[in-house]
């Protein structure tokens, strides 16, 4: 720089020059009057190149605006031109906004509706259950529709009195829709041929066609709540029903097809049977369903008195309250009888009624949680993830400790 008298600093001519130079690139530089160009970024960087300084560039950006944004890529290349920060920052304020990006509407996939189940039974007004759980009955025309269940496996089970029960599992999946139709049939007698000759022994009387046909089974005096079929307390010696493997606290299912759940049936379903018929047998023996085909042979002239099973084999029986999932408001009280490989529970009303399978059972034990204030406990089974909820209840129905409960279905499990 050089001094002149009076103190005054004036620019060198070369910076004088450049200055010129670049208002003339800029039309609106000291013409207020014309339409400012917007600067460029090479505007930005021909100025500060030019030694204008940054205070200058800033108030002629104000003026005219820039076209461009300042990213951090531009903000470096204004530094290395001269620019200062508070430039920069002028900048910024003044970058045009970039274009908004398309919007458009977001596609949400809807939720996954629950599944549906449709029941169609002939004929209609029958009893169906899920899991062992009643659901209701169909229609007269023979139709129901549950729109409430978890996807997943579900065991079906479709029943009217005077009929064979109709089994099947069914997959559910989420927003589909799935149909069990049965068409349930009255039982009849299978046809079979007898056996040639059944082993004599000293206990098996003679064949004598014309007199009543004798099986050999004792009923339980006192069925066990829940209990399908007819439990019995043992087989006589030397019978038919020991001779095919029956024997005490077996359940008698069925007769020839014919459903039992008394004494009396089995009698009735044997009732016409002659002595060398061939009967068939079904019966639960703890773990599985079992079928023979049995040969009656004649009743001893005194039958003696019926068989007495070991009592720490037999069925233990508790009060209990089944919770129907809404934290105690809503249950059940009924009767809870293990043993003979079943867990048993029938509601005093009748509206529930379970067979649980001791083999079935994934474990049995207190809640951690889930009405944790009244002692309850719950039977998880293996399949289906399906949870059974209980409270050991006194006469009154005050809850009491589960704990003979869980110790007679472990002694049971064998545990």
């Given at each position: 720089m050089v001094s002149y008298s009076g103190g005054r600093r004036i620019p060198n001519i070369l910076a004088l020059l450049a200055l010129m130079a670049a208002i003339a690139l800029i039309p609106s530089f000291g013409n207020a009057q014309k339409v400012a160009k917007k600067l460029a970024k090479q505007d930005v960087i021909d100025l500060l190149t030019g030694d204008v300084p940054s205070d200058q560039v800033a108030q002629e950006a104000r003026k005219a605006g820039i076209s461009f944004q300042v990213t951090a890529s531009v903000a470096k290349e204004i530094r290395d031109a001269g620019g200062t920060d508070a430039l920069i920052s002028v900048l910024k304020t003044l970058a045009p906004r970039p274009p908004a990006a398309p919007t458009s509407t977001p596609h949400n996939p809807p939720a996954t509706s629950p599944p549906v189940l449709v029941i169609e039974s002939t004929p209609g007004q029958s009893q169906v259950y899920i899991d062992d759980e009643p659901m209701g009955s169909t229609s007269q025309q023979g139709r129901l529709k549950l729109t409430r269940l978890a996807a997943?496996?579900?065991?079906?089970?479709?029943?009217?009195?005077?009929?064979?029960?109709?089994?099947?599992?069914?997959?559910?999946?989420?927003?589909?829709?799935?149909?069990?139709?049965?068409?349930?049939?009255?039982?009849?007698?299978?046809?079979?041929?007898?056996?040639?000759?059944?082993?004599?022994?000293?206990?098996?009387?003679?064949?004598?066609?014309?007199?009543?046909?004798?099986?050999?089974?004792?009923?339980?005096?006192?069925?066990?709540?829940?209990?399908?079929?007819?439990?019995?307390?043992?087989?006589?010696?030397?019978?038919?029903?020991?001779?095919?493997?029956?024997?005490?606290?077996?359940?008698?299912?069925?007769?020839?097809?014919?459903?039992?759940?008394?004494q009396q049936n089995i009698h009735d379903a044997l009732a016409g049977h002659q002595v060398g018929d061939v009967v068939q047998v079904t019966w639960y023996n703890g773990s599985t369903n079992v079928t023979r085909q049995i040969q009656l042979v004649a009743a001893p002239e005194r039958v003696p008195p019926g068989p007495q099973p070991s009592p720490n084999k037999g069925f233990t029986s508790f009060r209990v309250a089944h919770d129907h999932g809404h934290s105690g408001q809503d249950y059940c009280v009924g009767v809870m009888s293990v043993g003979n490989g079943m867990i048993y529970y029938k509601a005093d009303n009748g509206i529930h009624t379970f067979e649980i399978p001791l083999n079935s059972i994934k474990e049995a034990c207190r809640n951690a949680v889930y009405l944790v204030g009244y002692g309850a406990f719950h039977i998880r089974l293996n399949r289906g993830n399906v949870n059974y909820n209980f409270v050991a209840i006194n006469q009154q129905t005050q809850p009491q400790p589960p704990d003979p409960i869980l110790t007679a279905i472990d002694n049971a499990m064998g545990r």
């Open positions: 997943g496996d579900h065991h079906v089970r479709i029943s009217l009195s005077g009929y064979q029960d109709h089994e099947e599992t069914v997959t559910l999946a989420g927003g589909e829709v799935a149909t069990v139709a049965a068409t349930l049939q009255r039982p009849s007698a299978p046809q079979v041929s007898p056996p040639t000759q059944l082993p004599q022994t000293e206990e098996t009387p003679t064949v004598n066609p014309g007199r009543a046909g004798y099986l050999g089974v004792a009923a339980m005096e006192q069925q066990p709540a829940g209990a399908r079929g007819v439990v019995i307390s043992g087989a006589f010696p030397g019978t038919p029903a020991e001779q095919a493997g029956l024997k005490a606290y077996d359940a008698i299912l069925a007769v020839n097809g014919r459903r039992v759940t008394t």
